[in-house]
């Protein structure tokens, strides 16, 4: 395709927003040719500015957040947006009606693969707010799936180490293995894949490290807007 789509990036956290705008870039080449990639535009608000909303579950101020970078990306020529942060779609119905442009949805995208895998039982890993919240429940559910989520001390401990050293780039060891410990749990209650849904944990947890099959949610919506940025009209 000689004139991909201008792809829009609303990044939340740096590590999961690196980790998909890097697998873009990589994967562009075998569509696109070496060194090619569609044009990518990037903008974020600090971290913190999200957290301190969140914590206070004001997911209208999220959405606000979220609807100021989509303006200013639009003004800068992008075509469609993505948002690798998965906590942050729990603002995303709230804000979808008034974007300047269309949005792909993390969740979304990782339902859809999991149906073609024929999952039928995902175990969800994330924040505290996303394993808890309603982002993929409907979405898995959707396409016939069902969801577990880990125990309430699991899904405390597993928020630490998100927002403790993951979003920090801090990948220890004894993290993998908590993690792993987690997902064979989720197995031996029926699942038969996870979803790793925050875009962090694919930088600690890899299909090799994982029990079960893993849904990398930052590759898969990196991927989604791969094939959007050179789809044929």
């Keep these: 395709m ?25 994967e562009a080449a075998a ?3 070496r060194h090619m990639h569609p044009e990518i535009s990037m903008h974020t608000f600090p971290l913190g500015e999200y957290m301190r909303h969140i914590d206070a579950g004001r997911w209208h101020d999220v ?3 979220m609807l100021e970078s989509a303006r200013k990306l639009a003004a800068c020529g992008a075509d469609f947006l993505i948002c690798p942060d998965n906590t942050a779609h729990q603002a995303f119905d709230l804000l979808e009606d008034r974007s300047p442009l269309r949005w792909l949805h993390i969740a ?3 339902a859809r693969v999991a149906a073609e895998c024929g999952f039928g039982r995902v175990g969800v890993l994330g924040t505290r707010y996303l394993m808890e919240g309603p982002v993929y429940p409907p979405k898995l559910a959707e396409r016939g799936i069902a969801h577990e989520i880990p125990s309430r001390e699991q899904r405390a401990r597993i928020n630490r180490i998100i927002f403790e050293d993951l979003v920090h780039g801090c990948f220890e060891e004894s993290a993998r293995a908590y993690f792993r410990s987690v997902i064979a ?15 962090e944990i694919p930088l ?7 029990p079960l099959p893993v849904l990398d949610s930052t590759r898969i919506l990196a991927r989604a807007a791969l094939r959007e940025a050179t789809r044929a009209d």
């Design 185 to 199: 749990d989720l197995k031996a209650r029926g699942c038969d894949a996870v979803a790793l849904s925050c875009t």
């Design 204 to 210: 600690l947890i890899s299909p090799g490290d994982s």
């Design 2 to 26: 000689s004139n991909p789509r201008h792809l829009g990036i609303v990044a939340v956290s740096a590590e999961g927003a690196a980790l998909c705008y890097r697998t873009i870039c990589a």
């Design 63 to 65: 959405a606000a957040l």
């Design 108 to 110: 979304d995208e990782v």
């Design 31 to 33: 569509m696109l040719g």
